[in-house]
């Protein structure tokens, strides 16, 4: 290998930097955007899981992973060709633990598996040194001996190939054993572009895409956490004046790829060629052009292309100073550069720490997005400013009039504020858009039973079950829909269903005790409290519940233990200490129950029932004092 120099600091160009220094500020640079991950703790709606706090650190954490085990498998494979001095070589080892390296990239993220074909692209142009300029030249020529020289004209190419054919073949088998065949289901407003009905109308808008892409990697200062739902409307004529930036981006291109490919300067075809394979194949699945994805613009995917971005922006500076003698501006453009884009990369990060600075900031780079707009209103409910959330969600269904998601919680917070009339139009929309929309039904139902709707309330949950098999809250408010209409069986049998999905409902064990203390059976009561304590024996509310049948049935020494308990859990609820005086009312502690019956009404003085047994309590003690002198 002639040409072949045995370290890469000599094919990726580092006229800037020193290689230590350049791989120390790249570590260093890595390390801080790892440890800055965020790692917050905000939770999206549960009806729409766009990505919460954990799933975005987790998903964040797995690119950067699939990123690390890209670059080592490829340096793996460089590795290779440095184990050996002889042309034409390998070390097979290494060929492998580089397929091994890039099925690891792709367990982390999918498009790890790209590192295969990236590493086919530098065998080939790189290490064997296709002069693609030459080859056309004979071919126009009609000159017959067109084989190429160096080290394709041995068999090792071939069998190295052949290695990472296998490797890939064999990775995308056991993923497809995995994960299965069926590709996951995308709607419209999450890439609005493959589902236009026109070819050409596709392919304009997916090269729009990619050339918002190449904008993002040029200037990051345009960022959204989500550019689906209408973030950018689509192109549906060659007249639209974004077709400018398609043509932009070719023409950089096809100059770029000529130069790689067609260059007289073997130097200069090489740091091409590496530059535009990490900039085009690791971006290849998120294309459209193979499968469809489900989003419009992810800036996640751009991790790996922005190492081909930075390697064709150092060979670019390192050219342009070659060419003038202002190399003291260059240098200080390459470090403004430099600086604006730490800047962007810190505040972006602080923005990812904050859900109320994450969904504004995307407000102005997003105003057309509806999900934008309902994530800021969701913020805004989950504070407690309904007022502020009914108009952002207003907003979103607006922009988009069937977003069932903005419905269901604007339908949610009409139904607190007891608009119920407009809550039930809304939810009713919302199923009629999307029939399977399980916790929409079962919200409507809960607005049907507030207007004493109960058939339709009824049907309304049914729906819900029968959309969702496994949905222990909506047996539980069919529990209290049939309780309210003193179809008591029907309403344990719901509860119990609930207790069985989720062993762990608090309210449905709860219910149950009260409607069987209600209806006098005790001791069905008591077995049930026994029950749910075992499995949630630190559930106050239970604890309270079973001490007041305990205390019915007389077992005064328990049901104390279990008031107890639950007021030292919370000790600031009157109730409990109002409970527990008429406990030791009953028992006969009669200055145990005066002094929990004044706790009571010092926490909650309006309590009527806790008066009248309170006054009572006084009377009997006033007659005894009687009685005594």
Not at 106 to 124: P, S
Not at 544 to 563: D, I, M, P, R, T
């Amino acid at each position: 290998m002639a040409e072949w120099d045995a370290s890469l600091d000599h094919v990726i160009p580092s006229s800037l930097l020193p290689p230590f220094w350049a791989k120390f500020l790249v570590g260093f640079a890595s390390l801080m955007c790892f440890a800055r991950s965020y790692d917050g703790d905000f939770v999206f709606d549960d009806s729409e899981a766009i990505v919460n706090n954990k799933v975005a650190g987790v998903v964040g954490r797995a690119d950067l992973l699939g990123a690390l085990f890209f670059l080592l498998s490829f340096l793996g494979y460089c590795k290779a060709f440095r184990e050996t001095n002889k042309e034409g070589t390998h070390s097979t080892f290494w060929v492998l633990l580089s397929i091994l390296l890039g099925a690891v990239a792709m367990l982390c993220k999918e498009q790890g598996i790209t590192v295969l074909g990236l590493n086919a692209i530098f065998d080939i142009l790189v290490i064997g040194k296709l002069n693609v300029l030459e080859i056309v030249r004979k071919l126009l020529r009609k000159d017959r001996s067109l084989e190429s020289p160096g080290m394709l004209r041995t068999g090792g190419l071939l069998f190295r190939m052949t290695l990472l054919a296998l490797g890939g073949a064999g990775v995308l088998y056991v993923r497809w054993k995995i994960m299965g065949t069926g590709p996951p289901a995308f709607t419209e407003v999450d890439n609005p572009a493959s589902f236009a009905d026109s070819v050409l109308v596709r392919a304009i808008n997916y090269n729009y895409y990619y050339s918002l892409n190449a904008w993002l990697l040029l200037c990051p200062w345009w960022l959204c956490f989500d550019w689906s739902m209408g973030c950018i409307p689509l192109i549906k004529s060659v007249g639209d004046w974004r077709v400018i930036a398609l043509a932009a981006l070719w023409f950089c291109l096809i100059g770029l790829i000529c130069q790689a490919l067609c260059s007289e300067d073997s130097h200069k075809r090489r740091i091409l060629t590496l530059g535009l394979g990490f900039l085009i194949i690791p971006f290849l699945p998120a294309s459209n052009l193979f499968f469809r994805v489900g989003f419009v613009v992810a800036e996640r995917v751009l991790y790996l292309p922005s190492a081909g971005y930075c390697m064709l922006l150092t060979f670019g500076f390192a050219a342009l100073s070659k060419h003038t003698k202002k190399k003291k501006l260059i240098a200080a453009l390459i470090l403004g550069i430099l600086f604006l884009n730490t800047l962007r990369c810190v505040v972006r990060s602080g923005e990812w720490r904050s859900e109320d600075h994450l969904f504004r900031s995307a407000l102005s780079v997003c105003p057309l997005n509806a999900k934008v707009h309902y994530n800021v209103g969701k913020n805004l409910a989950d504070k407690g400013n309904q007022t502020a959330a009914i108009r952002y969600y207003r907003e979103a269904v607006r922009l988009n009039p069937k977003y069932v998601h903005a419905m269901n919680n604007l339908g949610n917070i009409l139904k607190e504020r007891n608009e119920l009339q407009e809550a039930e139009e809304l939810l009713s929309l919302a199923v009629q858009i999307q029939p399977d929309f399980a916790a929409a039904w079962m919200n409507l139902g809960i607005v049907q039973n507030s207007l004493k709707r109960f058939q339709a309330a009824e049907q309304s949950y049914r729906t819900a079950i029968k959309h969702r098999r496994k949905y222990p809250d909506c047996y539980y408010n069919l529990g209290r829909l049939y309780a309210d209409l003193n179809r008591h069986v029907d309403a344990l049998n719901a509860w119990r269903n609930a207790t069985v999905l989720k062993p762990e409902h608090s309210l449905a064990w709860n219910n149950m005790i009260i409607l069987l203390d209600n209806t006098g059976n005790l001791a069905q009561a008591e077995a049930v409290g026994r029950e749910a304590l075992e499995l949630i024996p630190n559930d106050h509310s239970l604890m309270f519940s079973l001490a007041n049948v305990l205390g019915k049935s007389q077992k005064y020494k328990e049901s104390e233990a279990l008031f107890l308990k639950a007021i030292k859990a919370h000790p600031n609820t009157a109730s409990y200490h109002g409970n527990l005086a008429v406990l030791y009312h009953r028992w006969g502690h009669l200055d145990l129950a005066k002094k929990h019956y004044e706790i009571s009404l010092r926490l909650d003085p309006t309590a009527s029932g806790t008066k009248e047994n309170y006054g009572l309590l006084r009377r009997k003690l006033e007659q005894m004092q009687k009685k005594n002198v």
